[in-house]
């Protein structure tokens, strides 16, 4: 079931703001930078439903408001929209395969950086994973807390699991992005390509994270590898992340 507009409204930009800032957001902050045409009294009994709602919630250190699962989930399904990543992200994604090279590893790379996410592709067939970026999401502020930032490096070093719990064991390709929220977020693609077979694509952060940015990212990337594989030699391709992994294993 829908929210009214102004409660949706209320809570686009308290998602937006708090992934952006990592603040709890206050009916202050609300009612300056958000037109609504209402007194500040009526934001903060609509602040207040949406508490009682179970979209937000206040830490008990703050004034201010948070999303919740629930809220999060609300904006996913019904407020964010996937759209093309800006020009800049485009083209640094699009020159990986006009000059191949370890093209999974610089894809991901390239994900990762543009989202500040720890992600990871995953080739079902050839059983490997390459990941990216943990170093810096670990810089964000939900991580100062330890035990967080050693269960978030747990979770990525069982992707498997990751994976299964993104698709839900679905053994077809999606698509369109899958969301999963928790204590981290998750988001990811799983689909299948003629020259590489099955394969994902995910990206994990805090709970906070951008998951508008990430779905459109994650989206354009995969259809990039669609895009391209027309003209590309599939065993050349392959021969690349062959070559690559034996080197690895030399070294």
């Known amino acids: 079931m ?8 209320i809570l686009d930009f308290i998602v937006r703001d708090y992934v952006r800032t990592a603040s709890p957001v206050s009916s202050e902050r609300v009612n300056k930078k958000v037109s609504l045409g209402v007194s500040p009294a009526t ?39 996937l759209k093309e990543p800006e020009a800049y992200i485009r083209r640094s994604m699009d020159k990986i395969f006009v000059q191949p090279g370890e093209i999974f590893e610089e894809l991901n790379s390239a994900i990762s950086g543009h989202l500040g996410l720890f992600s990871a592709i995953f080739l079902e067939d050839e059983n490997r994973f390459f990941k ?11 991580f100062m807390e330890q035990n967080r930032a050693v269960d978030f490096v747990n979770l990525t070093e069982h992707l498997e699991k990751v994976v299964s719990e993104i698709f839900g064991g679905q053994n077809k ?59 590309t030699p599939t065993s050349l391709l392959k021969n690349i992340i062959s070559a690559s992994g034996k080197n690895k294993r030399r070294k």
């Open 2 to 9: 829908r929210l009214d507009s102004r409660k949706e409204n």
């Open 173 to 231: 390709k999606s698509e369109e992005p899958e969301f999963t929220i928790g204590e981290f977020g998750m988001a990811g693609m799983l689909f299948e390509d003629e020259n590489w077979g099955r394969f994902a694509m995910i990206s994990l952060g805090p709970r906070r994270m951008n998951y508008e940015k990430a779905g459109s990212v994650l989206k354009y990337a995969k259809g990039d590898v669609s895009r391209r594989k027309v003209g």
């Open 43 to 81: 934001i903060r009994n609509t602040m207040l439903e949406l508490d009682n709602g179970g979209f937000l919630e206040q830490p008990h250190t703050s004034a201010g408001r948070t999303p919740t699962d629930k809220g999060y989930r609300y904006f996913i399904q019904n407020l964010m929209r």
């Open 132 to 142: 990216h970026g943990l170093s810096e999401v670990l810089k964000e502020p939900e």
